[in-house]
């Protein structure tokens, strides 16, 4: 009997989202900005190459079809690993399962078992074996049919947390989801939704049942709005959210199950995040791919803890890096440098006995000797089990930047013998002295 096929499709966005990742968006899209060496959606690719079966990759959004990174990226993805890799581009922004409905004959092609589906900007070691196990699981017995089975990820948050996030109510024994609801307003469960889902192709008829009914909903706002007259109809009415449309749907239907996970997930959905997710990859390769790992030698710089130095890069021997860095092609570091938790990007300078904390090195910028660059760490609360990384404004609610990591844009030069403190710094921009707590616009 041959194997069953699978497919698995990645929600990319597009330009207009991403805001909050400004401005290390304005020079790249934010799914391929790189963490722990490489871009953010190639870790979930390569989670996906583990799976037996897994054969094709879909990536949907509203990026342009020619943008040049995306197209580099998706030629460079395949030839690492044995899967087809295609990027489809939605006419607009169809919001979270308009897209999949859309290119629904490009994801039925071949007739899959089933199709794996990710929003972009989550990070995990995700268990999609252990996943896909799972949801086969739940074809034996009468009471479930043989195709028609749902499972999204679950994980466990903190009571207050849990309500920025989806959250599910599922029977203990068998996974069954009860309820879900997104973003409540008071709480539900402490159980929420990983943004990672496994769908049998009968989520199509539930998509087009939502279709429809989106398109009646408008041809009655219509009758009011004469707005709405003037866009064409099917930037009206193609818009699906999969958690507002879909899940809260699926519930309670016997057919939606969660399969439940102890191990690393974050969301990305703020430059500072990053920190924390590179943190969490190098921990990821150190037990599964540790050659990517450097080590301290003789000849080469001190080496503490997790760290990602690309091959091209040129470090100093005198040089400290760690732990929890990344360092990217071409980059230079120079001698008595020290580097923390931070990212230094692509051809970006570090020079002699500079010091890096807690920030982001753009690309083909440049520190210079004896200066300062440090951030304030954006991590979950270490004294609270199950807590996620707090998602804040860029401004508190006296209109005072929150202090986070200091993030400096692409071809920035950042003079020597001078201190940078909680700022972000845009691309192109000058620096003449110190700067604590700004933008620099």
Not at 79 to 101: D, H, K, N, V
Not at 393 to 413: A, E, H, Y
Request: net charge neutral; with cysteine; hydrophobic share 35%.
């Amino acid at each position: 009997m041959a194997a069953s096929t699978l497919k698995a499709v990645i929600l990319i966005g597009g330009p207009m989202k991403g805001t909050r990742f400004r401005p290390l968006s304005l020079d790249v899209p934010k799914p391929l900005f790189p963490i722990a060496g490489h871009p953010m959606i190639y870790h979930l690719i390569e989670s996906c190459s583990k799976v037996e079966g897994l054969n094709e990759v879909l990536l949907i959004g509203s990026y342009q079809h020619d943008e040049p990174k995306l197209k580099e990226f998706i030629l460079n993805t395949r030839a690492m690993f044995s899967l087809q890799i295609r990027y489809y581009q939605e006419f607009a922004q169809l919001g979270t399962a308009g897209g999949i409905y859309h290119f629904r004959d490009q994801i039925q092609n071949g007739n899959p078992e089933a199709f794996f589906v990710f929003n972009c900007d989550v990070c995990g070691d995700f268990p999609l074996i252990e996943m896909l196990k799972f949801h086969r699981s739940k074809r034996r017995g009468d009471h479930y049919s043989h195709r028609e089975q749902y499972t999204m990820l679950g994980t466990e948050a903190t009571r207050q947390q849990s309500l920025n996030y989806g959250c599910i109510v599922s029977k203990k024994e068998t996974g069954e989801v009860l309820h879900y609801v997104e973003k409540p307003e008071t709480f539900v469960s402490a159980t929420i939704n990983c943004g990672v889902y496994l769908f049998s192709m009968h989520i199509f008829q539930h998509l087009f049942k939502a279709f429809e009914s989106n398109q009646n909903n408008t041809k009655e706002a219509e009758l009011f709005s004469s707005f709405e007259s003037i866009l064409p109809p099917t930037y009206r009415n193609e818009s699906i959210s999969l958690e507002h449309n879909i899940l809260t749907q699926l519930a309670s239907s016997d057919k939606l199950f969660v399969y439940h996970t102890s191990a690393f997930w974050s969301q990305i959905k703020s430059a500072a995040a990053t920190i924390y997710a590179n943190r969490q990859y190098l921990k990821i390769y150190r037990k599964q791919n540790p050659d990517l790992l450097c080590e301290s030698s003789d000849l080469g710089p001190r080496i503490i803890g997790d760290v990602y130095i690309h091959k091209t890069a040129q470090v100093d021997p005198t040089a400290v890096i760690g732990p929890n860095v990344s360092v990217g092609k071409g980059a230079i570091i120079g001698a008595g440098v020290r580097i923390r938790e931070s990212l230094i990007l692509e051809n970006a300078q570090i020079h002699d006995h500079a010091c890096i904390l807690y920030s982001i090195i753009g690309w083909d910028s440049s520190v210079g000797a004896y200066t300062r660059v440090e951030g304030t760490p954006n991590d979950p609360n270490p004294d609270k089990p199950f807590s996620k990384i707090e998602v804040k404004g860029l401004f508190n609610d006296k209109g005072q930047l929150n202090p986070s990591i200091t993030t400096i844009g692409s071809r920035v030069q950042v003079p020597a013998e001078i201190l940078i403190l909680n700022t972000i710094v845009l691309p192109n921009k000058g620096i003449s002295g110190s700067e604590v707590n700004k933008i620099i616009l």
